[in-house]
């Protein structure tokens, strides 16, 4: 069952009713902008958000994530658009791919960035996804297709209730059921692939990235499919032509001509990723040795996963010895600070890991991973009342990382307030989806508030709100 919602969900990702339907761009006045409302925007964001959560898995490295909504947000900056509310996930998936869903959620798979060559490449492929969001596709495709969204889902709980009773079954109702849409949707998409291409490919530009990584993208992939290489699921809802190719390259010669680098953290979060996602820990130390016998410009990433490669195979002194090397030629990285306070607070060394993270933080105050960091190794250490002060404001401060309302939880129940850390963690489950777990996390909060009539009647209020929901 869970394989078949699994693959229910890609062909969604594939088809992608949300503007499959559409071929043209939206006037102003145009009734699509006004063919789903914001209430029901919301709602289908918060539903596709917790299939999201139910089905795929998501990659939980706090730097990772901060990486991806950092170079999301700089290219929505400049995509010269309203809306500015997008919600970045980092897909845990070999499939080279990428994904714009409702209310802004845009999914990007870590065998795409691990594809990639250059931050512009990476750039490339959000600033065409983030295009499909700006160009109010979806807007349009819902008006077309919202009287037939009832049936839809209502067929897909049906092949989803087969392939309970018999997969086989389920997987052929699917494939029949899906085949003649997703033929039609790649028709209708070809246009609006060319349109995220050229609207993209500006907003590539205006961010600081090379506008011919576009065209360089789509020819790798081009030449993965001709050598019938691991195709690129990419592929499948991004079709990509020769004429394609030639149109992009076009439109990059258009604009002027000057020398792109990849940002630094772009490797280091690239090595993260390829360190974090292996299989094969013994095939992944033997391709770090022989990166790092080459001249290459990526010498200090590999380096950086060479270490972390290490640290996972508990050769923990040498990796601690390479981290700090590599402090000492970049003082200032805030990714190797985080890394070797991780490694100390492994070693169960917290006050130097608590150290380092503090000077951190006073130079790289509005980065949230390490704060999370901090707030973790005040927690292991043993100083929860700091972690839970720490904690509690980060949580206001950056309301959409539910990490932080986790680890308060946890800084809650250690510091005595059984009541508070059920609460909290109810609502970070609730801000996940998963309102039914949520609502039981509350129920069990009421029963440890006690005599605290305040905790109590706000405990009271918030399982009402669950509860309608």
Known sequence: ????????LSVLLIVNPYYALANELPELGDSSLSAVSPKE???????????????????RDPISQFYLETLGNRLVKNAHTN???????????????????PNGIMGVNTGLILDTDSESELAAVLAHEVSHVTQYHIYRSMEKSKQMMIPMIAGMIAIAAIGAASPN????????GMTGLQLSAVNFTRSQEWEADRIGMQTLYESGFDPNSMAKFFGKLQQAENYQMNYPAILLNHPVTPDRIGDSQNRASQFSRKEYHSSENYGLVRERIRVFTTNDLYSLLNFYKNKLTQNSSYH????????LALFKNHENQKAINIIQDLIRQNPGNDIYAMTLANFYSDERLDAKAL?????????????????LEYGKTLIISGHNRQAVQVLRRASLNYRNQVAFKFLLARALWD???PAEAYLVHGEALAQMGAIPQAIQQIRHAKEM?????????????RLKELQNT
């Open 1 to 8: 069952m869970k394989y078949l919602l699994k693959v229910l």
């Open 41 to 59: 925007m919301n709602k289908m964001g918060t539903q596709f958000l917790k299939e999201i959560h139910d089905n795929l898995h998501l990659l």
């Open 83 to 101: 809306l500015k509310h997008f919600q970045w996930l980092l897909i845990e998936s070999s499939e080279i791919n990428a994904f714009a869903g």
């Open 169 to 176: 079954l389920g997987e052929g109702a699917m494939m029949a």
């Open 300 to 307: 200090s990433d590999y380096l950086y996963g060479y270490a």
């Open 355 to 371: 150290s380092i993270l503090e000077k951190a933080a006073l130079v790289h105050p509005n980065n949230y991973p390490l704060i």
């Open 415 to 417: 510091s005595g307030h």
């Open 449 to 461: 508030a006690g005599g605290d009539r305040n905790l109590r009647q706000h405990i009271e209020s």
